[in-house]
């Protein structure tokens, strides 16, 4: 069921992304070529609990029998990697990489959700192009989340915007809606048809997240259960922002004004 966030809700929805927002800058100007991510990823951790806020993706459930809970308050992707990679103290990020890192913040029982790829070090023209269109896309479907489109018109200019440069957006998986739980109604794929889906009215909370791979489109689930990975190896990258419905223009919560 899509909710329609109260007035109140939307203040402590903007709270906690605010905190996301923080965090992901302190990220920015940490991140470096030889720490671990899991370094990273307590180092964030810290910066959260500090501030009042909760990792919400710490012990987040799989839904699979068999598989841990996510071990980690962020998901740290690097390169190959498209999604929920686990920090570890033996994964070290190096010169050249391409390192998306996930982060979802609960504070005063709502959420916050945004994704950022970041370019460490010296990255080659081809992975700096790959981060700077999947930026973009996420800008391109935003240009529909308003009253009176539908998810299918964000969907479609995602995947439309994306397929210009030759890239594939991911099909398995895909934004959602967000509020007091980190994932729900409704389902925001990153392709899809004009005119089609459930219709957008102000209130509703989206999280709009564009996961772009530099060529083939098929991926591959690591052992753990967690990490998805590119099939043939290639680059991926990964941009989300929550985003409020409002009258007019959508006003994205997870990024600090200027």
């Not at 068999?66 to 070290?92: M, R, W, Y």
């Not at 709502?110 to 010296?122: E, I, K, S």
């Not at 308003?146 to 440069?165: H, T």
């Not at 990258?237 to 409002?246: D, F, G, Q």
Request: proline letters at 4%.
């Amino acid at each position: 069921m899509v909710t329609i966030k109260s007035k109140r809700e939307i203040e402590l929805m903007e709270e906690a992304c605010k905190l996301t927002a923080e965090t992901h800058n302190y990220i920015a100007e940490i991140i470096k070529p030889g720490m671990s991510t899991y370094e990273l990823s307590m180092l964030a951790e810290k910066f959260i609990l500090d501030r009042g806020g909760i990792p919400a993706q710490k012990n987040y459930p799989s839904g699979v029998k068999g598989v841990q809970n996510f071990p980690a308050t962020l998901c740290t992707s690097i390169n190959d990697v498209v999604i929920h990679g686990i920090p570890s103290k033996k994964e070290i990020i190096k010169d050249g990489d391409i390192v998306s890192i996930d982060l979802v913040v609960l504070k005063n029982g709502y959420h916050g959700d945004a994704c950022r790829t970041h370019l460490v070090g010296n990255v080659s023209n081809e992975a700096r192009k790959l981060v700077e269109v999947t930026e973009a896309a996420f800008w391109e479907g935003i240009k529909y989340a308003k009253k009176g489109y539908r998810i299918g018109d964000i969907s479609f200019a995602i995947n439309e915007y994306v397929s210009k440069f030759g890239y594939s957006v991911v099909r398995e998986f895909q934004g959602h809606g967000i509020g007091k739980e980190m994932h729900e109604d409704p389902g925001i794929p990153n392709y899809g048809r004009k005119g089609r889906g459930l219709r957008i009215e102000p209130g509703m909370t989206l999280a709009i997240e564009p996961m772009v791979i530099q060529k083939n489109p098929e991926i591959w689930e690591l052992d753990d259960g967690w990490t998805i990975v590119t099939a043939d190896g290639s680059l991926s990258a990964h941009y989300e922002n929550t985003v409020l419905i409002t009258e007019n223009e959508p006003k994205v919560l997870t990024m600090l004004k200027k």
